[in-house]
């Protein structure tokens, strides 16, 4: 019988009858599609709904064309309809993906969790099948849901995906506090300290993962190793948000020094309010939490999902990566009317885009600051001249509603690994050196 696998956590990627086909596949939005239909609940879904998913703001023959050639991508890639049949149903009007002939990680992730939520049994530790089903989970989350498969021009696909993501990783999360705790009341303090870890790691910035893994590390004759913990949260919580560790952890820590007991495994909740699921909707233009709605390019949210994933992959390819943070400002005009400023964010957009490659991250991170994520620039001394360039390209002058409006930009950068190894590192060290430059460039200014 053909098989059929597919991969959503982590990098995106197809096995067909035991042979990769993912490079098969034409194009990102063909991924797209076959990743969507993968991930959604089993149901009909009509032509149209798909179309204007993936083709929005755009007539409906031309959707429905576009659509029509990424399940001929599709039928190319699986060596012919017979075959794309046995997985997905198509006719004039519906699309149905069958699940039950189809392998996908994401859902026997999720089945193996729901499969252990469902088991009556008394205490989690005492189930071993239950445990078993918690540990294939965690060996099937590879990493973050498609990875590396973000239509970033996409707004309602970009959507979809984060609250997949999101709904994945916090599985991940609650699973690995469930082992953990599991494993410690069986007194097996390696495996409860092999989870606790990953949870760690997965998530550096939860106080929770820190205080799980002080509390077993404690009770298991590790004092010193729990100590040595706490400073590795207090480093991390201070490094990447400013603040000292809270009350709950800072106590903890104390009773720990202190030799005073630790009577329990607080290992907190992580569950919180799920989200309501996403709903397949037509996308209107693009407004919202994810990107501007007057130059159409990625807000904070994105740009920190973008630069987080583009650190990775220099990560992993040995390269650097230069983060850009660009403030701009009008010396002669501070008050413009609402519609000339809206024109003027157009054109600046359209500069900053144009001034780099079409691959690079241009965002906007508040009201005229922008942030820019370059990769794989393999000779760091380069960079001078790609900030030359973007300041040729950007600070000249605009004309607009037959105004000639003067441009002035502040700009500081953090080169990656040179500067740090981590978003908010680098985020601080690059804000930190345009606001330095703006500052010195009104210093300089002259006051009449």
């Not at 034409?26 to 798909?50: C, D, F, M, S, V």
């Not at 690995?176 to 910035?205: G, I, M, T």
């Not at 650097?320 to 501070?334: G, H, K, Q, R, T």
Request: hydrophobic share 40%.
């Amino acid at each position: 019988m053909i098989r059929l696998e597919i991969f959503l956590l982590g990098n995106f990627r197809v096995q067909f009858d035991g042979t990769d086909i993912s490079d098969s596949l034409r194009t990102r939005k063909e991924r797209a599609l076959l990743a969507y239909l993968a991930e959604e609940p089993a149901r009909l879904q009509t032509r149209e709904k798909i179309a204007e998913f993936f083709w929005p703001n755009r007539p409906e023959t031309y959707a429905r064309m576009n659509l029509r050639q990424a399940f001929l991508g599709l039928r190319k890639a699986f060596g012919g309809e017979e075959t794309l049949d046995c997985f997905l149903e198509i006719n004039d009007e519906t699309v149905e993906f069958n699940h039950q002939q189809v392998w996908v990680d994401s859902q026997a992730f999720n089945q193996h969790i729901q499969e252990s939520k469902k088991h009556p049994h008394i205490e989690l530790h005492t189930c071993q099948d239950c445990l078993n089903h918690l540990e294939e989970s965690v060996n099937l989350y590879r990493g973050d849901f498609l990875n590396n498969l973000m239509l970033g021009e996409l707004t309602s696909f970009q959507e979809w995906a984060i609250f997949q993501r999101e709904r994945h990783f916090r599985n991940m999360l609650i699973t690995l506090q469930s082992l953990s705790k599991a494993y410690f009341r069986r007194s097996d303090f390696d495996l409860a300290n092999k989870y606790a870890w990953r949870y760690v790691e997965l998530a550096p910035l939860e106080e929770s993962a820190h205080r799980l893994l002080m509390r077993l590390m404690t009770i298991s004759g590790r004092r010193n190793a729990a100590l040595q913990q706490y400073q590795l949260c207090k480093s991390i919580i201070s490094r990447e948000l400013g603040i000292e560790p809270s009350s709950e952890t800072q106590i903890l820590y104390t009773q720990i020094l202190n030799n005073q007991p630790i009577e329990r495994i607080d290992t907190g909740s992580l569950a919180g309010k799920i989200p309501k699921p996403f709903q397949t909707r037509p996308l209107r233009p693009p407004t919202g939490p994810l990107y501007d709605p007057n130059t159409e390019i990625p807000l904070r949210a994105i740009f920190i999902d973008r630069l987080r994933h583009a650190l990775a992959r220099m990560k992993r390819r040995q390269s650097n990566a230069v983060l850009i943070s660009l403030s701009v400002s009008f010396p002669y005009d501070e008050h413009l009317l609402p519609e000339l400023k809206k024109q003027i964010d157009i054109l600046l957009a359209r500069r900053l885009l144009g001034s780099v490659r079409e691959d690079d991250t241009v965002a906007r991170l508040q009201d005229n600051e922008y942030g820019l994520v370059l990769e794989d620039i393999h000779q760091p001394d380069v960079v001078g001249d790609i900030i030359k360039k973007i300041t040729s390209s950007v600070g000249s002058l605009i004309q607009v509603q037959d105004q000639r409006i003067q441009i002035r930009l502040a700009i500081g950068w953090a080169i990656y690994p040179l500067d740090g190894h981590d978003p908010a590192t680098l985020l601080n060290k690059a804000d930190i050196a345009m606001r330095t430059d703006k500052l010195q460039q009104n210093i300089r200014r002259p006051h009449f």
